[in-house]
């Protein structure tokens, strides 16, 4: 299976979506699925990564070569966040029944940021603190993300310590990630493993 992850900016997020998406994978029964991040073009912001006409010639472009296309971006606090990625998906399904093979699109918005899926996997963060603060918080990448990081010693890396905790997050996903982040995370996982049933 090739599976292709749209970040709204994946000079960062790509760090942390590729070890999480994988781990989920391995999780549906696809620990040999091929997860690549989309580099080109960058899209570089939540704004513009939930306009349909970014998203349908990046679709159009890969369809030929991705079983799973996965948009994640952050919710940020947007209430209408979600009918927007609604509406990204129903016009990427209609290109993709324009091409032989099942292939699907799904577009998910991080609570409230993709940074808060790391964190979840990080039993040392999430005993000490409240985690529906923390999931409630508009801006946990500031807050709580790169404080924690720096504690670890992360402080003065290019990516900020989203390499080395994403990966040992992604350990800790079928225990804590998808269960303390079901609205998002889980609820991403759920529809593609429906959609992975339905193929037979």
């Known amino acids: 299976m090739n599976v292709l992850v749209i970040p709204e900016d994946f000079t960062k997020d790509q760090y942390m979506l590729k070890p999480i998406v994988e781990a989920m994978l391995k999780k549906l029964g696809k620990k040999k699925a091929k997860v690549k991040v989309c580099r080109d073009p960058l899209l570089g912001s939540v704004e513009q990564a939930t306009k349909v006409e970014r998203i349908v010639p990046i679709v159009n472009r890969y369809a030929g070569m991705t079983d799973l296309f996965l948009l994640c971006v952050d919710r940020d606090g947007r209430e209408g966040r979600k009918l927007q990625l609604e509406k990204i998906e129903r016009e990427a399904a209609a290109i993709l029944n324009n091409f032989t093979g099942d292939r699907a699109f799904f577009a998910e918005n991080a609570w409230q940021e993709i940074e808060v899926w790391v964190l979840a996997g990080l039993p040392d963060f999430t005993k000490a603190r409240d985690w529906q603060e923390v999931r409630q918080e508009r801006d946990p990448k500031e807050r709580y993300f790169l404080p924690y990081s720096q504690?670890?010693?992360?402080?003065?890396?290019?990516?900020?310590?989203?390499?080395?905790?994403?990966?040992?997050?992604?350990?800790?996903?079928?225990?804590?990630?998808?269960?303390?982040?079901?609205?998002?995370?889980?609820?991403?996982?759920?529809?593609?493993?429906?959609?992975?049933?339905?193929?037979?």
């Open 151 to 200: 504690q670890r010693g992360f402080a003065n890396s290019s990516d900020e310590g989203r390499i080395a905790l994403s990966q040992e997050a992604a350990t800790q996903y079928n225990n804590r990630i998808r269960k303390l982040c079901t609205e998002d995370i889980q609820n991403l996982e759920t529809r593609i493993g429906d959609w992975m049933t339905n193929l037979g």
